[in-house]
Nanobody, 117 residues
């Protein structure tokens, strides 16, 4: 079982920046991934950005060039730096840890990001 604790988020004006962080009780390694998903009201939960234990990243087209996902040296944290924020980035952002090696799919509790125009 992997526990995930998220921090960051809040209210920001369009064009501003915010940083989300997620701390996991397990380190990222191999093909496992950590990352961020978001869910706006009335919509499905969608991928934002992920990173693997070998630092391969994947981004949704809507955030490419604006958001950056990264980990720390211990690979037990994942950060999401969100720049040039837009009102359509407003959503609850969820941290996710996927263990493809041992089997497991873990989610954080979610953190609200609201971007005002």
């Amino acid at each position: 079982q992997v526990q995930l604790v998220e921090s960051g988020g809040g209210l920001m004006q369009a064009g501003g920046s915010l940083r989300l962080s997620c701390t996991a009780s397990a380190s990222l390694f191999s093909i496992n991934t950590m990352g961020w998903y978001r869910q706006a009201p009335g919509k499905q939960r969608d991928l934002v950005a992920t990173i693997t234990g070998s630092d391969s990243t994947n981004y949704a087209d809507s955030v490419k060039g604006r958001f950056t996902v990264s980990t720390n040296n211990a690979k037990n944290m994942v950060h999401l730096l969100m720049s040039s924020l837009k009102p359509e980035d407003t959503a609850v952002y969820y941290c996710r840890y996927r263990d493809f090696v041992r089997g497991g799919d873990y989610w954080g509790q979610g953190t609200q990001v609201t971007v005002s125009s």
